[in-house]
């Protein structure tokens, strides 16, 4: 009787053993998390939303909506956003319809960490028309 | 031995294995969590104190204009200004190691008042224009010179409007041009040879898409004369406040004439007094050349700064140091430069 006892006892603390074995073994699954892509996120969001801010602020951003000038728009960006950043531009108005019917882009998507920014931009004329403003940008990897 | 001593031992044996084996899991698992937090707070503090010092003008606000009194709190943006990342021109100025009234790295970190850090600051022009010198030829009384002239944006051409002036010994003149789609124009002028000596072509270029965007270079050449010697050999020049600070090198230099140039206007500037001139307040969104022509003994000097004084880099060396970098779009005086801030530094 006493050796069986024993016996159930060893059972148990291996079953514990292999229990806290797998508990554990499930934190290996969790991934760390990535410093560079917060960094560039960061980085992205800033330049995109100041990059806007500058072109909105003297009415070029509206006035080239306005005209549908879109590609005097993407050399205007490419221009202005620092090297090696790629950027898409997507304009809506303000019933959310697409008005740029060519691609706003300086070439092909260069990394998959991709950061959007959000911009409202008014017009400067009289109709104060409102755009939406959809600025994707990405660094290449 | 008895079984259950056996036992006992075994099982003691084990949970301490899996105890420690836990402990060693769980600091590998959280430790990039903690040291990601810390990162997070030190990328966001440095970015707290780049966008601070791009957004505030700073105390005194106008301490860019005002070269004798301390400065109590560094920013750059302009006094009053309704539009965000918009810089001032003077400010600017005391930025760069060849004003004289710029203000040292110790006491701008003083100003910033931000304990461990160090700030590396530079402004660059939008557009990068490349001079080069194709031919010349003498015919009777004038030498004509042909430049080719390239645009470019992060090594891309760039379509732009050129204008530009060529200053010589008592001769002024302007030539316009247009680039072509791969960003190069070629420009030609004449020169007499009467005025031979150190000669300035001074080329603006204004981007096709947005008059904001103009940039200027200046190439220097020697016009029936040897190579000039570098700028800044026989004056010092220190544009402050809408004043041009010329200082003489040199007890025997004389001054003849000193121009401001912009993209579209150009001015003969008014003597103040033996060393400064007033610099004109020009409707135009361009960086302004300042140029003094003058003697020295017999020989001709044309020597020029630009309002504001851009390209221009100072801080803390940051070439061997890992280092938050932020770039901004900021425009001066309307015209559009690029600012790279450079922080590094821990969070108190």
Redesign the interface.
Same mark, same amino acid.
């Given at each position: 009787m006493k %050796?069986q006892k024993?016996r159930r /006892?060893?059972i148990r %603390? $291996?079953e514990?053993?292999f229990a806290? $074995?797998l508990i554990?073994s499930a =934190?290996?699954l %969790?991934p760390? +998390?990535s410093?560079m892509d @917060?960094?560039h996120s960061?980085?992205l969001h800033? %330049?995109g939303i @100041?990059?806007l =801010? !500058? $072109?909105d602020?003297?009415g070029?951003l509206s006035r080239l909506i306005e005209n549908g000038d879109w590609n005097?728009l993407r050399? $205007?960006l490419? !221009?202005?956003l +620092? @090297? /090696?950043i790629w950027f898409n531009l997507t304009i809506l108005d303000s019933e959310g319809n697409q008005l740029n019917d060519i691609i706003i882009s300086n070439g092909g998507q260069v990394s998959d960490a991709v950061v959007s920014v959000k911009y409202v931009c008014a017009a400067s004329d009289s109709t104060y028309s409102i755009y939406i403003l959809h600025l994707q940008l990405a660094r290449a990897d | 031995m008895p079984a259950i001593s056996i036992d006992t031992f075994f099982a003691c044996s084990l949970m301490i294995t899996v105890v420690v084996a836990a402990m060693a899991v769980t600091a590998k698992m959280v430790q990039p969590y903690l040291s990601e937090i810390e990162n997070l707070d030190q990328k966001e503090y440095l970015r707290e104190i780049a966008d601070y010092i791009l957004l505030n003008p700073g105390s005194p606000q106008n301490w860019g204009s005002n070269k004798t009194s301390p400065i109590e709190s560094f920013g750059l943006a302009k006094n009053d200004s309704l539009t965000p990342y918009e810089l001032d021109i003077d400010k600017v100025c005391r930025l760069n190691p060849e004003n004289a009234y710029h203000i040292s790295y110790l006491s701008l970190i003083k100003a910033i008042k931000a304990k461990k850090v160090a700030i590396r600051i530079s402004i660059q022009q939008i557009l990068d224009i490349l001079i080069t010198p194709i031919a010349n030829q003498s015919d009777g009384s004038l030498t004509n010179y042909t430049f080719q002239i390239r645009v470019k944006r992060n090594g891309f051409p760039v379509s732009a409007s050129l204008h530009c002036y060529i200053i010589a010994k008592n001769f002024f003149n302007y030539v316009s041009a247009e680039t072509s789609s791969n960003g190069k124009a070629t420009i030609s002028f004449t020169i007499p040879n009467s005025s031979n000596g150190t000669a300035l072509l001074v080329t603006f270029a204004r981007s096709s898409q947005d008059s904001r965007i103009t940039s200027y270079a200046v190439y220097a050449f020697g016009h029936l004369s040897g190579n000039p010697l570098p700028n800044n050999s026989f004056v010092s020049l220190s544009p402050l406040n809408y004043t041009l600070y010329a200082n003489k090198l040199f007890e025997n230099a004389v001054f003849l004439e000193a121009y401001a140039l912009t993209y579209s206007y150009n001015k003969t500037m008014t003597q103040i007094s033996n060393v400064t001139y007033a610099i004109p307040k020009f409707l135009d969104k361009s960086p302004i050349v300042l140029v003094v022509t003058g003697t020295n003994s017999s020989t001709f000097f044309a020597e020029w700064t630009a309002y504001p004084q851009i390209p221009l880099e100072m801080g803390a060396n940051m070439q061997s140091s890992e280092c938050a970098s932020f770039i901004y779009t900021v425009s001066i005086n309307q015209a559009l430069y690029e600012v790279r801030i450079q922080c590094e530094g821990v969070s108190e």
């Open positions: %050796i024993c /006892g060893q %603390i $291996l514990a053993f806290a $074995l554990f =934190l290996f %969790i760390a +998390p410093t @917060n960094e960061d980085n800033t %330049i @100041n990059a =801010l !500058q $072109l602020s003297d070029s005097a050399n $205007l490419w !221009q202005v +620092p @090297n /090696g | -």
